[in-house]
């Protein structure tokens, strides 16, 4: 409800970061609109199993129907962190087979977030972290670190956007915590990623 053309895109193609989706007139950001769909759960097998991604990406007809929204995928060379092991070693300790919640296809992560810059995770790999950082970092993060067992932990950092006169402004950049508490370090690289290009996109007419 009250959602602009590209941030329905984001959620139909799965791509987070607004800025790996490029063209579109001014419209597609400013304009807000209430959309409502459905499905006949009969008409679809295993409906009521369907993971949030399967969901959302039963929007891209939605939206070719009614924005007649065309897209395409390039590939161009962007700035990332690479998140690897620090030289010391990672500080991960295995979860507990109990701590694992198992969900409808397998494992899954657990995430309890603050916006003050806290971070709680359960059952999670580094890979789960590939969002959570790249929110915390402005940046694309991509794991490279290898470990695949889950882990338990939490991570505490100040957000740039902290006032100087907060008691949380002492305390760690999101890099630093990574490289203290996790045993992790976020290096810049350059990487080759996928953008999604609107090629066409009309305002709907009115129902």
């Not at 790996?20 to 609109?33: E, Q």
């Not at 810059?117 to 969002?131: A, M, T």
């Not at 203290?180 to 370090?185: H, M």
Request: hydrophobic letters at 40%.
């Amino acid at each position: 409800m009250d959602i602009s053309l590209r941030t329905l895109i984001s959620e139909a193609y799965g791509i987070y970061d607004i800025t790996h989706i490029v063209g579109g007139s001014v419209w597609v950001d400013r304009d807000r609109f209430d959309l409502e769909a459905k499905f006949d759960p009969a008409e679809i097998p295993g409906a009521s199993h369907l993971t949030f991604r399967q969901r959302a990406d039963m929007l891209r007809p939605l939206l070719a129907e009614r924005f007649g929204l065309k897209v395409h995928l390039e590939t161009r060379q962007f700035p990332v962190y690479n998140l690897v092991i620090s030289k010391g070693g990672h500080k991960l300790q295995p979860a507990k087979p109990e701590d694992i919640d198992q969900g409808v296809s397998g494992a899954t992560c657990l995430f309890r977030r603050s916006r003050n810059g806290y971070l709680q995770v359960q059952g999670c790999v580094p890979k789960d972290l590939e969002d959570e950082l790249r929110f915390a970092t402005g940046r694309t993060v991509i794991d490279k670190t290898g470990i695949t067992t889950r882990s338990n932990f939490e991570l505490r950092w100040t957000p740039d956007d902290t006032p100087a006169d907060s008691p949380e402004a002492s305390g760690p950049s999101i890099f630093t915590a990574v490289q203290e508490q996790l045993g992790l370090k976020l290096v810049p690289a350059v990487a080759p990623l996928d953008i999604l290009v609107i090629d066409a996109a009309a305002k709907p007419s009115e129902n």
